[in-house]
């Protein structure tokens, strides 16, 4: 009898263990930690929008305008000294290849005597002029970082009163802003 | 319950940073060079015009008549446009050097010969590039016109 009490026993604990050691075994696993990198967007101006050297209306003249598209041609009712400077503003955005973005632009009218902005587009590489508020933000559609890169351009409409004074000014500024879609 | 917790902090680990953050900015100026109006003085004196046709400079000379200048190339060097003077226009042009230069320049349109004076209180220096004059005074000309 005490035989039979003693193998029972150690039958018990033989069982206790297996148990214990299945249970331990399925605690164990693994999973991996991924993640992907991509290129940072970066933009950069390459040139500012420059209109170039022109006259001032006569005293109580009309107010003329001058053009500038988002290609750089130049267009307007103002009487242009030198054309050699007008250019469309441009700005370089790199990043990830083939990654869609969104350029927010800002254009600020700074207010300067005689000067005033207006019709301002813009335009990612291959696409169409979309129009951007005066004084606001606005995001432009459909702009893709081809091959990684991609060009950006702003164009727009500067009217001269003949308040206007001589001399080299900076009506105006226009920020940019990157980011991925 | 060990094994779904870890794969709760890996999923949140992968989503990496906001989109947000992913941005980059730059700002450009709008710029432009304003110069006075060229126009007639109260004097009359002599009027410089520019006008409405990019690349057409148009002087009227009070008493001598006027002519359009047709640009002709720009030499972006210097900033300077190059004009061309018809044969008809080339005594016109003459006598408006002679009255910038007041006879500094002994109205001779020979090249290299540079003249420089205020006409309404607009600078204006002209410097001939070449010329051809007959006898009678008629010829041709080529020469950069820079206002300041």
């Given at each position: 009898?005490?035989?039979?009490?003693?193998?029972?026993?150690?039958?018990?604990?033989?069982?206790?263990?297996?148990?214990?050691?299945?249970?331990?075994?399925?605690?164990?696993?693994?999973?991996?930690?991924?993640?992907?990198?991509?290129?940072?967007?970066?933009?950069?101006?390459?040139?500012?929008?420059?209109?170039?050297?022109?006259?001032?209306?006569?005293?109580?003249?009309?107010?003329?305008?001058?053009?500038?598209?988002?290609?750089?041609?130049?267009?307007?009712?103002?009487?242009?000294?030198?054309?050699?400077?007008?250019?469309?503003?441009?700005?370089?955005?790199?990043?990830?290849?083939?990654?869609?973005?969104?350029?927010?632009?800002?254009?600020?009218?700074?207010?300067?005597?005689?000067?005033?902005?207006?019709?301002?587009?813009?335009?990612?590489?291959?696409?169409?002029?979309?129009?951007?508020?005066?004084?606001?933000?606005?995001?432009?559609?459909?702009?893709?970082?081809?091959?990684?890169?991609?060009?950006?351009?702003?164009?727009?409409?500067?009217?001269?009163?003949?308040?206007?004074?001589?001399?080299?000014?900076?009506?105006?500024?226009?920020?940019?802003?990157?980011?991925?879609? | 319950?060990?094994?779904?917790?870890?794969?709760?902090?890996?999923?949140?680990?992968?989503?990496?940073?906001?989109?947000?953050?992913?941005?980059?900015?730059?700002?450009?100026?709008?710029?432009?060079?304003?110069?006075?109006?060229?126009?007639?003085?109260?004097?009359?004196?002599?009027?410089?015009?520019?006008?409405?046709?990019?690349?057409?400079?148009?002087?009227?000379?009070?008493?001598?008549?006027?002519?359009?200048?047709?640009?002709?190339?720009?030499?972006?060097?210097?900033?300077?446009?190059?004009?061309?003077?018809?044969?008809?226009?080339?005594?016109?042009?003459?006598?408006l050097m002679a009255d910038l230069a007041a006879?500094a320049s002994?109205?001779?349109?020979?090249?290299?010969v540079t003249v420089s004076g205020?006409?309404?209180?607009?600078?204006v220096q002209l410097v001939v590039?070449?010329?051809?004059?007959?006898?009678?005074?008629?010829?041709?000309?080529?020469?950069?016109?820079?206002?300041?």
């Amino acid at each position: 009898m005490k035989i039979y009490t003693k193998l029972t026993a150690i039958a018990a604990a033989s069982t206790l263990a297996m148990v214990s050691q299945t249970a331990w075994a399925a605690d164990h696993d693994s999973a991996n930690a991924t993640v992907t990198l991509v290129t940072p967007i970066q933009v950069s101006k390459t040139t500012d929008l420059a209109f170039g050297q022109v006259a001032i209306p006569s005293v109580g003249a009309t107010a003329t305008t001058i053009i500038i598209g988002t290609s750089g041609a130049q267009t307007g009712t103002a009487d242009k000294v030198d054309t050699q400077t007008a250019t469309a503003a441009a700005f370089a955005i790199t990043g990830q290849d083939t990654f869609a973005y969104t350029p927010s632009i800002t254009v600020s009218d700074l207010g300067v005597t005689g000067l005033s902005l207006s019709s301002f587009k813009g335009q990612c590489s291959g696409g169409s002029d979309q129009s951007l508020t005066i004084g606001g933000s606005t995001g432009l559609a459909g702009c893709a970082l081809a091959s990684g890169s991609d060009t950006l351009t702003v164009g727009g409409t500067l009217t001269i009163a003949d308040t206007a004074t001589s001399g080299a000014k900076t009506p105006g500024t226009i920020a940019v802003s990157v980011a991925y879609n | 319950m060990r094994k779904i917790g870890g794969l709760s902090a890996i999923a949140a680990f992968a989503m990496g940073p906001a989109p947000a953050l992913a941005r980059g900015q730059a700002e450009a100026g709008v710029t432009v060079t304003l110069v006075s109006p060229a126009e007639a003085s109260a004097a009359a004196a002599t009027r410089l015009l520019f006008s409405q046709t990019p690349g057409v400079l148009t002087i009227a000379i009070p008493g001598a008549g006027s002519l359009a200048l047709t640009a002709t190339g720009a030499d972006s060097a210097s900033g300077t446009f190059t004009f061309a003077a018809s044969a008809e226009g080339a005594a016109t042009l003459r006598a408006l050097m002679a009255d910038l230069a007041a006879g500094a320049s002994g109205g001779t349109l020979s090249p290299g010969v540079t003249v420089s004076g205020f006409l309404a209180g607009q600078g204006v220096q002209l410097v001939v590039l070449g010329a051809s004059q007959g006898a009678d005074g008629s010829g041709s000309l080529r020469a950069t016109i820079t206002f300041d």
